[in-house]
């Protein structure tokens, strides 16, 4: 695998740029590929069988593509995927997210820890396995939040009807006493400026672009695949709506990109 080869990232919607922001960020000469799998969101309602189903169509477009790297950019897809992933790609450097349950036990004062995410994380073996290893000193409030991603791909961060919903997810963690809120989510980073308007302002919120885009760069070195020269402009694709991703990018992404139809 040569150097400057791209790095393909995926989510199932613009929740994934999150983490492509933090990649960029960390790593400005490497080039990246994100597909966008808008048709169908949310992953979070969505079987297990059925994102693994996507990962893996999306994994092996990226390996078409040449990527040197994959980035599963989205909690939900990790839970149900990454272990199949890992099987089926042995040679390629491999990273996926999840909740992040470990900091944030160490930063909770009270003891006791919100984790905003969706119902397809929350209810999976992975996400009870975190628990157990990282949560056993204090008490963990999970919250799904079904409806919140969808407002979020319609490029609304904050809408009456989107601090509704969001308010109806944060009062029990704020009831039950968490003083550190993780976002696990790759959306709801988005909301960070709602939620800061919405939450005392002790209150820690947690995510993990930054520990993915670190992880990435850490196996990239170990490979000695560290892009060295000018990065390519970034590719989207997504099997949405074409003309829905291009509106709503420049309010989610920095930068210009090419966007492109995702057929598969
Ligand atoms: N962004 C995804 C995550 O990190 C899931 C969103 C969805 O439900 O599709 O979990």
């Not at 409806?147 to 997810?169: C, F, K, N």
Request: hydrophobic fraction near 45%; glycine fraction near 8%; charged fraction near 20%.
């Amino acid at each position: 695998m040569v150097k400057d080869a791209p790095i393909g990232v995926f989510d199932s919607g613009v929740g994934g740029l999150s983490v492509l922001d933090e990649i960029q960020r960390l790593l400005p000469h490497e080039s990246l590929l994100y597909v966008a799998d808008c048709g169908h969101i949310p992953y979070g309602e969505k079987t297990p069988e059925f994102i693994r189903e996507r990962s893996h169509l999306i994994a092996g477009f990226f390996r078409e593509q040449g990527a040197k790297a994959f980035v599963i950019a989205c909690n939900t897809a990790t839970v149900a995927a990454v272990a199949e992933l890992r099987r089926d790609f042995p040679d390629w450097p491999l990273v996926g997210m999840e909740p992040a349950v470990k900091p944030a036990a160490a930063a909770t004062r009270s003891g006791v820890v919100g984790v905003l995410a969706t119902t397809g994380t929350l209810q999976s073996a992975k996400f009870a396995a975190l628990l157990d290893r990282f949560a056993s000193d204090v008490r963990v409030v999970t919250q799904p939040c079904p409806g919140l991603v969808e407002l979020i791909e319609t490029g609304d961060l904050d809408s009456p009807a989107l601090r509704q919903l969001l308010q109806v997810y944060v009062e029990p963690l704020l009831e039950a006493g968490c003083d550190t809120i993780i976002l696990g989510c790759t959306h709801y980073p988005f909301l960070k400026p709602l939620l800061a308007q919405m939450l005392p302002p002790s209150i820690i919120l947690i995510d993990t672009g930054a520990a993915v885009a670190r992880q990435l760069q850490r196996l990239l070195a170990e490979g000695d695949l560290l892009a060295e020269g000018n990065p390519q402009a970034t590719q989207f694709w997504t099997s949405g709506d074409l003309q829905h991703l291009r509106n709503i990018l420049p309010k989610l992404w920095k930068n210009a990109g090419i966007v492109q139809k995702f057929a598969l």
